[in-house]
């Protein structure tokens, strides 16, 4: 949106005690120091805090832009000490501020048991950690009430340790005869689908099935977490469609641009995920500050400057623009030759 919607919000407003800012995306600081900026003309005494992915991986870098309190890191003591507020630890997200609501997201954990190369999460997040289920539900309920139909998973490990937390969740939305489709961007580990999770996230109302991949190549696998195997996408793409799901709406995720994935091991990777009759997407490389795998990018980028970790840069300065394109342009090929099959009966 322009910048001036922002500024014309400011003058309407009576000045806040406190402006929280932040961003998930480091390369985006531009924008941060844009709305520093109109706050500070427009109210000079309000206090500043920075926090989100830019600060956690950026800090001395956020420090440039002139927040009174950074806050990096999901550690949000020193924010309340910082404010002086008692926080109430219980209560869902607001969801009730938006007029109109028609799209939600849920968490029901943070973190992830695995330590791949190329990922933030350990960095953000460290261990895995369930959430409390009745707030899970709480926020749930909420949601319904704003008259929310879609609903996306953003955990990080939807399925680990299913059994304690996504199966209870779960059966109570069933329980309650919530009706809503559940979607699953954030990518799900095949490794945890069998029979039971996918029938019973059928059932619950999951419509969307995105699967984290990333290569085909045995020797990537193992090096960078060994987080999935070809076989147990196999198996899992087998449990879902089983269960009733449609390949069309099952899709595996590929890595673009990784320095250690060469064209021909992507394209290899493109062709067996095409094999298995599901969709394919490319998902760009992006630097991160801090993964073991970014230390190969310095080669190609000045990993200081935020700009470069965009993950729309990085597989074109590693590429070329040409063969990116074409590559994606594989990809859109192979969907679109993939047969529009029903749903398999689901098995009893």
Not at 329 to 348: G, M, V, Y
């Amino acid at each position: 949106m322009p910048r001036s919607i922002f500024k014309d919000f400011l003058q309407r407003e009576e000045p806040f005690d406190f402006a929280l800012i932040q961003t998930t995306m480091t390369y985006w600081y531009e924008s941060v120091k844009e709305v520093i900026e109109d706050i500070r003309q427009a109210w000079p005494s309000t206090k500043i805090i920075l926090g989100g992915n830019y600060v956690t991986f950026c800090k001395s870098h956020a420090e440039k832009l002139g927040a009174d309190f950074l806050v990096p890191g999901t550690n949000l003591e020193p924010f309340w000490k910082h404010v002086g507020i008692e926080p109430d630890l219980k209560q869902p997200a607001l969801w009730q501020a938006y007029e109109k609501l028609n799209v939600g997201v849920l968490k029901l954990s943070e973190g992830c048991p695995f330590n791949c190369t190329y990922c933030s999460v350990p960095k953000v997040y460290g261990k895995f950690k369930a959430r409390p289920l009745q707030r899970s539900l709480a926020e749930l309920e909420l949601l319904v009430n704003c008259g929310v139909q879609n609903i996306a998973f953003y955990d990080d490990a939807l399925l680990f340790q299913a059994e304690k937390v996504l199966v209870p969740f779960l059966k109570e939305t069933i329980k309650r005869n919530i009706k809503v489709n559940f979607h699953t961007p954030n990518g799900l580990h095949a490794r945890f689908i069998n029979k039971k999770i996918a029938e019973l996230m059928i059932q619950a109302g999951v419509k969307t099935f995105y699967l984290g991949f990333e290569s085909a190549s045995l020797q990537w696998q193992k090096e960078t977490g060994a987080k999935v195997f070809c076989d147990e996408l196999t198996q899992a793409v087998e449990h879902l469609i089983s269960a009733g799901a449609e390949s069309t709406n099952i899709t595996a995720y590929q890595i673009l641009g990784h320095p250690h994935i060469d064209t021909q091991q992507l394209e290899t990777t493109m062709h067996f995920v095409n094999s298995l009759g599901i969709r394919g997407t490319l998902a760009d490389f992006s630097p991160i500050p801090g993964t073991p795998d970014v230390e190969y990018c310095r080669k190609w980028v000045d990993m200081d400057e935020p700009l470069m970790h965009n993950k729309t840069a990085f597989p074109i300065i590693m590429l070329g623009f040409e063969e990116s394109n074409r590559l994606k342009d594989l990809q859109r090929k192979l969907n679109r030759a993939l047969p529009k099959t029903e749903p398999l009966p689901r098995t009893e």
